[in-house]
């Protein structure tokens, strides 16, 4: 423990003493939290205290404030969360015996003065008097803009059994959104609001959170046996009757999250960007974003990694390892370098996966099984993907911290995207059976977008119609629409755009808005129907070839002007041209049509007898399209979508229509194409939430 004491304070050195040289924006600082916490394992109790300074960022005084009180989510049925889940969530059931939990403030103090008297609860999204996750707490003066209060708050609170993220599970413990947590105020200006106003919402079964920036100091007591693993860095450790006393820093984050079992297995690692950056992924950004490797390389460095392993996964660690310096790669070179010093990877229990696949900042909760450790299971990448998957979030809901109750597809739906392509890049696929056969993770997300659709991506998340609609646009949906962008602008101007989003945001509370203007830079046709249909709306669409036809073109014969036959004798019957040398040409009609509302450019192509092809791009604003051409060979085929850029497209298998003989693709690579469609298909129906 020593060990890492040391290390982590000279990690956490560094970086702050190269701070300009990182270049980062620092967040504006509103929140300051001083936590003090102690655990009792055996009640499953937490008593706390804190000091939180606050500081008013609107131009206009505040008369109340408000708290996030979470946990009450676990305090009965009652609550908003529990009638919208029905206790019940990712494949995890409450415990309704004796699973409840909950949060009370016993006291709090501004300056001495007790505010108990103001508290009252609010259910700002649905009215129900019996939620009690925001607490509304008037105050007996305003706060002046820019004014910094410091309120004395203590609290008791009882962790639910876990099925939602936080919890227990015997003597295993995940703290999340644990603590009286203040909302946001939002000053006018920020997420584009007009008026300043406070933005905090009840927890509900399909939302997660949003917070401020800030500075947090937690001092957490528990009995000697516990392994601790937290957010921030250890700073100092102390032991007394039994009991230690563990206390973590971390400046600039919006979000703390610790956990506890005396049974965790600590492994640690380094990244070091000189070995952990591959060379052919630095050549790779260097050449498509436009910047030297010097340059991508410059805000590099080194990440402590701590892996918090169960006894029985310890031999699946390194592929936790793999993953996630895989990942701090990725993001460093596409996105921007990680600003803090270290992760740590938490590997819950096979009995508490109600825990697992959760962000929280420089900390995530991964999952796997003990079997998946096992070939040739060990082809299925599920504790890899989920990973990076997790990691992920530490960017697009932690470092772009965007509302996650009102915009959840800024974070899933971006992370999705990511998580796609850097499974992809660093291992093909995310389940892999023997004979070389493999299902992309795109692949497993595009089968999603065939699905009818009844919600526009961007809705507030507790305003889906049901919670199998917040988890089809929060995420694949939100990230196949990021494909297809990415497919219509191609790679370096895409990852250009993608970039700059992530650099200018950092530190900040991005909208879809904000994110939409970047990607307006990029000029792409017909855009702004596009994003109607889909951030906005629930448009699909299927591409198809409605008919192709290619016949000899026989020159012109009949009456003339002057009412003269031309080439032929009235009352005989018309010589047919012997079939070898019959020379006409063929004139071939072709129909493609666009079902849906979503007006994509596509490509179509017509292949002909002779080897010879011909390709146009039809702009998609119209219903369907007639081309008509007269060439020396038969057509032979019509593909519409060649290079399957149409990511939207529900069945890509009526996208072709062969006519003559055709030397496209072989048979097999038709049955292969198919058989991947049927995959598509059955994970669409069995497909849950990372
Ligand atoms: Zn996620």
Redesign the pocket.
């Known amino acids: 423990m020593k060990r890492i004491v040391a290390a982590s304070l000279l990690v956490a050195a560094g970086l702050w003493g190269s701070r300009t040289a990182l270049a980062l924006d620092a967040p504006r600082k509103i929140v300051d939290y001083d936590i003090k916490v102690s655990l009792d394992p055996e009640k499953k109790l937490l008593d706390g205290r804190e000091t939180l300074k606050w500081t008013n960022p609107a131009s206009v005084p505040v008369g109340e404030l408000k708290f996030h009180l979470y946990w009450n989510a676990f305090r009965n049925n009652r609550s908003t969360f529990f009638r919208e889940s029905g206790g019940q969530l990712r494949r995890d059931r409450a415990d309704l015996a004796n699973g409840w939990g909950y949060i009370d403030v016993t006291s709090m103090a501004w300056d001495g003065q007790d505010l108990t008297a103001g508290f009252r609860f609010e259910s700002p999204d649905d009215g129900n008097p019996e939620d009690r996750t925001v607490l509304s707490v008037s105050l007996p003066r305003p706060v002046a803009p820019d004014e910094t209060i410091s309120l004395d708050i203590s609290w008791k609170a009882k962790a639910p059994r876990v099925f939602a993220r936080s919890g227990y599970v015997r003597d295993f413990f995940f703290v999340g959104q644990w603590f009286p947590k203040i909302g946001v105020l939002e000053p006018a200006g920020l997420r584009r609001r007009t008026d300043a106003g406070w933005n905090c919402h009840q927890y509900h079964a399909n939302s997660e959170f949003y917070a401020d920036w800030g500075d947090y100091r937690v001092e957490i007591t528990l009995p000697e046996k516990f392994v601790v693993g937290s957010a921030g860095a250890l700073v100092s450790e102390t032991k007394a009757d039994g009991k230690k006393t563990l206390t973590y820093v971390q400046s600039r984050i919006h979000d703390f999250a610790w956990t506890a079992d005396p049974r965790y297995v600590v492994k640690e690692s380094l990244f070091d960007p000189a070995k952990d950056v591959p060379k052919e992924e630095i050549e790779r950004a260097s050449k498509i974003l436009g910047r030297t490797p010097e340059e991508l390389m410059r805000g590099f460095r080194p990440v402590k990694l701590l892996f918090y392993m169960q006894p029985d996964h310890l031999s699946q660690w390194t592929r936790y390892e793999d993953a996630q310096k895989w990942a701090l790669a990725w993001f460093g070179l596409w996105a921007f370098p990680y600003p803090y010093a270290q992760v740590s990877v938490i590997d819950p229990p096979e009995d508490g996966l109600g825990a697992a696949g959760m962000?929280y900042q420089t900390l995530y909760t991964a999952g796997t099984f003990k079997w998946l450790g096992r070939w040739p299971l060990t082809g299925i990448r599920e504790q890899e993907m989920v990973c990076i998957?997790e990691f992920g979030?530490g960017y697009w809901y932690g470092l772009l911290a965007s509302n996650e109750f009102e915009e959840s597809w800024m974070d899933?739906g971006i992370?999705s995207f990511t998580e796609a392509v850097m499974m992809d890049r660093r291992y093909r696929y995310i389940a892999q059976f023997p004979f070389g056969v493999g299902i992309t993770d795109e692949n497993s997300k595009r089968a999603i977008v065939s699905a009818p659709d009844f919600d526009p991506i961007v809705t507030k998340a507790w305003q889906y119609s049901t919670g199998d609609s917040y988890g089809r646009n929060s995420y694949p949906r939100a990230a196949e629409t990021l494909e297809q962008i990415r497919r219509l602008a191609g790679e370096e101007r895409f990852w250009r755009s993608f970039r700059r989003y992530a650099e200018r945001w950092r530190f900040d509370h991005p909208t879809s808005e904000d994110f939409l203007e970047e990607m307006r830079t990029l000029g792409l046709q017909n855009f702004e129907p596009f994003v109607r249909k889909t951030f906005y709306g629930t448009g699909e669409l299927d591409f198809r070839v409605l008919r192709a036809v290619s016949e000899r073109r026989d020159p012109m014969t009949g009456y003339d002007d002057a009412g003269k036959p031309v080439a032929f004798e009235p009352g005989k019957k018309k010589k047919e041209p012997k079939k070898k040398d019959d020379t006409r040409p063929y004139e071939s009609v072709v129909v493609v049509g666009r079902q849906g509302e979503l007006p994509i450019p596509v490509d179509v192509l017509l292949r002909f007898e002779n080897g010879a092809s011909w390709r146009t791009t039809w702009d998609g604003t119209t219903k369907w399209l007639r081309l008509r051409t007269t060439y020396a060979s038969r057509l032979s085929q019509v593909v519409l979508d060649p290079d399957g850029k149409v990511v939207f497209d529900r069945d890509p298998f009526n996208n072709v229509k062969n006519v003559g003989k055709v030397h496209g693709p072989s048979a097999a690579a038709k049955v292969r194409a198919y058989a991947m469609h049927l995959v598509e298909i059955a994970l669409s129906s069995v497909w849950s939430l990372?």
Do not use: I, K, R, T
């Open positions: 962000e998957h979030h899933e992370n990372p």
